[in-house]
């Protein structure tokens, strides 16, 4: 087996109630050649004493403040941890989420000389780590629509990467401020040849759902994370038309459709602008007739500021 470094990168804001958990399980890892560079968001919680402690502890630990002048957020700090990582393998983890001690282990052992990543599955669990459900990566056919469709569920945590195979990517966008991970695996995920990557179904790492939390951003409505799906949603519609993807367009016409009239409902017309600007030329791409109508409403909509169901009803049924 390798011996390499892999270099875990953690970004972290007000979690002193939960990071302990976290930093105590990479250093029971069975995996010891690893350093964990934990990026600080700017805590105003007791999370720079928790952290103090495991770096007092083992040197392996490496702490580090986000600087003032890069941009405020985990995606900022995930890729300011990049740029001071050492190792040759890189695993993104969450602040709030526990390894299993076979977690670097039974990733590092898959790596061939072809292999630029390594995908895990993982069990998701409540805040007191009682077990939800087992991720289960079993079935896939194609990695980027399984994912986008949500059949597979990878998150941030279930990937290593080979960090050769990074060096030259965008890595998280500062655009996005909700589904970051999906934003950035689409891409990556895009076209990617099936003999780069390797994905194993066993559990190695527990993901908290924060089932409150998660309930409030499904049922509220926030811009800056409707705004983020609305870019995920046209950028990932352009890949699958490019695929000639029947399923994959049909998903994403409808929920850029349903994100419009969302929009439309709250307000946010800088985000309805933004739909209609770049969704209606990759509609045209597939549908002149569509495209046209879909520009025209849209813009009416918008102008009268006020939607109608009758034309959402259309739209979201119309045959491509």
Same mark, same amino acid.
């Given at each position: 087996?390798?011996?390499?470094?892999?270099?875990?990168?953690?970004?972290?804001?007000?979690?002193?109630?939960? =990071?302990?958990?976290?930093?105590? %399980?990479? $250093?029971?890892?069975? *995996?010891?050649? /690893?350093?964990?560079? !934990? +990026?600080?968001?700017?805590?105003?919680?007791?999370?720079?004493?928790?952290?103090?402690?495991?770096?007092?502890?083992?040197?392996?630990?490496?702490?580090?403040?986000?600087?003032?002048?890069?941009?405020?957020?985990?995606?900022?700090?995930?890729?300011?941890?990049?740029?001071?990582?050492?190792?040759?393998?890189?695993?993104?983890?969450?602040?709030?989420?526990?390894?299993?001690?076979?977690?670097?282990?039974?990733?590092?052992?898959?790596?061939?000389?072809?292999?630029?990543?390594?995908?895990?599955?993982?069990?998701?669990?409540?805040?007191?780590?009682?077990?939800?459900?087992? =991720?289960?990566?079993?079935?896939? %056919?194609? $990695?980027?629509?399984? *994912?986008?469709? /949500?059949?597979?569920? !990878? +998150?941030?945590?279930?990937?290593?990467?080979?960090?050769?195979?990074?060096?030259?990517?965008?890595?998280?966008?500062?655009?996005?401020?909700?589904?970051?991970?999906?934003?950035?695996?689409?891409?990556?995920?895009?076209?990617?040849?099936?003999?780069?990557?390797?994905?194993?179904?066993?559990?190695?790492?527990?993901?908290?759902?924060?089932?409150?939390?998660?309930?409030?951003r499904n049922n509220s409505y926030v811009k800056s994370y409707?705004?983020?799906?609305?870019?995920?949603?046209?950028?990932?519609?352009?890949?699958?038309?490019?695929?000639?993807?029947?399923?994959?367009?049909?998903?994403?016409?409808?929920?850029?459709?349903?994100?419009?009239?969302?929009?439309?409902?709250?307000?946010?017309?800088?985000?309805?602008?933004?739909?209609?600007?770049?969704?209606?030329?990759?509609?045209?791409?597939?549908?002149?007739?569509?495209?046209?109508?879909?520009?025209?409403?849209?813009?009416?909509?918008i102008l009268a500021k006020r939607g109608s169901y009758k034309?959402?009803?259309?739209?979201?049924?119309?045959?491509?």
């Amino acid at each position: 087996m390798s011996n390499q470094l892999i270099s875990i990168i953690i970004p972290t804001y007000n979690r002193a109630n939960l =990071i302990r958990e976290t930093l105590t %399980s990479v $250093l029971e890892q069975t *995996y010891k050649n /690893w350093e964990c560079i !934990i +990026i600080d968001d700017g805590s105003t919680d007791d999370t720079e004493i928790v952290i103090n402690e495991y770096v007092k502890k083992d040197n392996r630990f490496k702490y580090y403040h986000r600087p003032n002048e890069k941009q405020k957020g985990a995606n900022s700090c995930r890729n300011y941890g990049f740029e001071l990582s050492r190792g040759e393998y890189i695993n993104w983890f969450d602040d709030d989420d526990i390894m299993l001690n076979n977690f670097l282990e039974e990733k590092i052992k898959l790596f061939t000389s072809e292999i630029d990543l390594v995908i895990c599955s993982g069990v998701y669990v409540d805040d007191n780590l009682n077990k939800i459900k087992v =991720i289960d990566l079993k079935s896939y %056919s194609f $990695l980027f629509k399984d *994912y986008v469709l /949500w059949k597979l569920h !990878i +998150i941030t945590n279930s990937i290593m990467f080979r960090k050769s195979f990074l060096n030259d990517k965008e890595l998280f966008s500062l655009k996005i401020s909700r589904g970051q991970e999906t934003e950035l695996f689409s891409r990556l995920f895009y076209k990617l040849p099936e003999k780069k990557y390797l994905i194993t179904n066993i559990p190695l790492f527990l993901y908290r759902q924060h089932l409150g939390t998660k309930t409030y951003r499904n049922n509220s409505y926030v811009k800056s994370y409707k705004e983020s799906q609305a870019i995920i949603a046209i950028e990932n519609l352009k890949k699958s038309i490019e695929l000639h993807d029947s399923e994959l367009i049909k998903s994403y016409y409808f929920n850029l459709v349903d994100f419009f009239y969302r929009s439309l409902e709250q307000k946010h017309f800088e985000n309805c602008r933004f739909i209609v600007k770049n969704s209606t030329p990759q509609l045209f791409l597939i549908n002149k007739k569509l495209a046209v109508k879909f520009w025209i409403s849209s813009c009416f909509f918008i102008l009268a500021k006020r939607g109608s169901y009758k034309f959402e009803k259309y739209f979201k049924n119309f045959s491509l």
